[in-house]
């Protein structure tokens, strides 16, 4: 795997901020409840931004995956991981510059992934 460095190019943080955007649209067009994006250019390796989001029920978050999934493909970023579909309890999509966790509300309060990430780079979205 490629290494990723602090700050990206210009080309690249183009392409990330249109993927940001996408993704944030499209969780917005399905309603979404709750969304949270994180910013982690430059503090972690593994992307430079986490998305959080709810669905109200295990079908509600199955159709924001699916519908976030042709979505990405039909951007041309078709080649994301995913993984918790079958129950949909927690599904969480990685494009490998954004990270997408999507929760059935009890799921999200239970974990909390928000608060291992400092609120300092997070910031709730319209929904």
């Known amino acids: 795997m490629p290494s990723r460095e ?3 190019s210009l080309e690249d943080q183009g392409r990330i901020d249109a993927l940001e955007s996408l993704i944030l649209a499209k969780l917005d067009d399905d309603k979404a409840q709750d ?18 989001a709810s669905g109200r029920s295990h079908r509600h978050v199955g159709a924001i995956a699916d519908h976030l999934l042709r979505a990405l493909k039909e951007a041309g970023y078709g080649r994301c991981r995913v993984e918790g579909l079958p129950s949909c309890d927690w ?9 997408v966790h999507l929760f059935r509300p ?3 309060a239970f974990y909390n992934i928000e ?6 780079s997070a910031h709730r979205t319209a929904s």
């Open 6 to 8: 602090a700050e990206p």
């Open 35 to 52: 969304v949270i994006f994180i910013d982690l250019k430059g503090k972690s390796a593994m992307a430079d931004g986490l998305v959080v």
């Open 91 to 99: 599904v969480l999509i990685d494009t490998g510059d954004v990270i």
């Open 106 to 108: 009890e799921v999200r």
């Open 115 to 120: 608060k291992i990430w400092s609120v300092d």
